[in-house]
Structures are given as C-alpha cells and as structure tokens.
T-cell receptor
Framework: SQTIHQWPATLVQPVGSPLSLECTVE??????LYWYRQAAGRGLQLLFY??????ISSEVPQNLSASRPQDRQFILSSKKLLLSDSGFYLC???????????FGSGTRLTVV | AQTVTQSQPEMSVQEAETVTLSCTYD???????LFWYKQPPSRQMILVIR??????QNATENRFSVNFQKAAKSFSLKISDSQLGDTAMYFC???????FGAGTRLTVKP
C-alpha cells in the first residue's frame, strides 16, 4: 500500500537557523510531489512541486528551496529562517490527474 | 489566474441537520477534477469527495454529496445528518491547477 511519511512533526527554530523538512513516499513510483504551507486558520499556499527527480517548480520565490534527490523523496530547505516562515507545512503526493492528493501528517514550524 | 473561492469563512449547524458549503472555481482546463478535503483539529488532510468535470452526475459518498454546476463553475458540498465529528475546516480544490480555496470552518453543535 502507498504511504507518505513527513518529519519532524514539530520544530522550533531560531531566526537565522537552517531548515530541512523531509517527505518520503512508499509503494509507488514517479509520483508528483508537492509542498504547501498553511498559516494559522488559513488556506494552503503552494510552495513547490516536482514531477520527477531533480525537477522542481517554485510558486513562491522566497528564502525557501526544495530538492528531489530520489524518486520518492522531497526535501524543503532554508539557509536562514525568518519569523514569517512559521506555519504548518504539508507534503503531498499524487498519482495522475484523476486522483486527489494524499497528504503527510504535516510539520508545525515555529520560528522564534 | 486560476482561482478557487470559498465565500463562507465560518459556518455552524446543529447535529443531525444538513449544511451546504459553497465553492466557485475558475480554470482554463477542459477536463478537470474537483475535490473537497476535510481538516479536523488534528490537521490531517482527508479527502472527502471527488467530482470529474466531464460527468454530469453529482458525486455522492455516504452523507456527503456535491452540487456541481459546470456552467456556473460552482461546486458545493452538502453534508447530511451532520455529526459532531464533521467539525473541521473544509477545503475545496481544483488540483489540476494545484489550488485550494481559503477554507470554511464548520462547527457542528450538539
């Protein structure tokens, strides 16, 4: 069966520190992968998506970046966090247009 | 730009009653799929229902059904026999464009 793992679940980081959030998918190959951010009580903002290894499309040019080093691994990074980077980060995958997203359990990031 | 609009930030309903959440969308795609997701307090996103745009028949999943009006680009979610566990944020999505609405916070009151 297909599963998606996202970690860590909670993270508190000081301003200016680096960030690495990881997402992996099991039980499928060549999935479309996505990173979204959700501010408190708000909707989902698309940050990055990837249709294959090394292929990253950015929706929001910020101090965040994404990488896909392996087919089923998607990493969200930052070299220096800002207070405005706080939020709830969701990874998702999709296998074709007919199917909806399957989401990871999310990472609550607080930048202090 | 493609957009998804949910005009009701918050709604409430009495347990066992019926409630309808509204959603409108705009897409340049000719064949697309629409989705409703539920996000309970745990914040896990859960797929509620899916509608294929080329199908005229409205999708139904148990107590959840949609009213899909393609010409009006409207995609509302009806929840029948509301239960306390339905309390959550509900997001409408047009995933061909990777867009979600801003969400509707639904509270089911006992």
């Amino acid at each position: 069966s297909q599963t998606i793992h996202q970690w860590p679940a909670t993270l508190v980081q000081p301003v200016g520190s680096p960030l690495s959030l990881e997402c992996t998918v099991e039980g499928t190959s060549n999935p479309n992968l996505y990173w979204y951010r959700q501010a408190a009580g708000r909707g989902l903002q698309l940050l990055f998506y990837s249709v294959g290894i090394g292929q990253i499309s950015s929706e929001v040019p910020q101090n965040l970046s994404a990488s896909r080093p392996q087919d089923r691994q998607f990493i969200l990074s930052s070299k220096k966090l800002l207070l405005s980077d706080s939020g709830f980060y969701l990874c998702a995958w999709r296998q074709g247009r007919y199917y909806g997203y399957t989401f990871g359990s999310g990472t609550r990031l607080t930048v202090v | 730009a493609q957009t998804v609009t949910q005009s009701q930030p918050e709604m409430s309903v009495q347990e066992a009653e019926t409630v309808t959440l509204s959603c409108t969308y705009d897409t340049s795609e000719s064949n697309y799929y629409l989705f409703w997701y539920k996000q309970p307090p745990s914040r896990q996103m859960i797929l509620v229902i899916r509608q294929e745009a080329y199908k005229q028949q409205n999708a139904t999943e148990n107590r959840f059904s949609v009213n899909f009006q393609k010409a009006a680009k409207s995609f509302s979610l009806k929840i029948s026999d509301s239960q306390l566990g339905d309390t959550a944020m509900y997001f409408c999505a047009c995933l061909n464009d990777m867009r979600f609405g801003a969400g509707t916070r639904l509270t089911v009151k006992p």
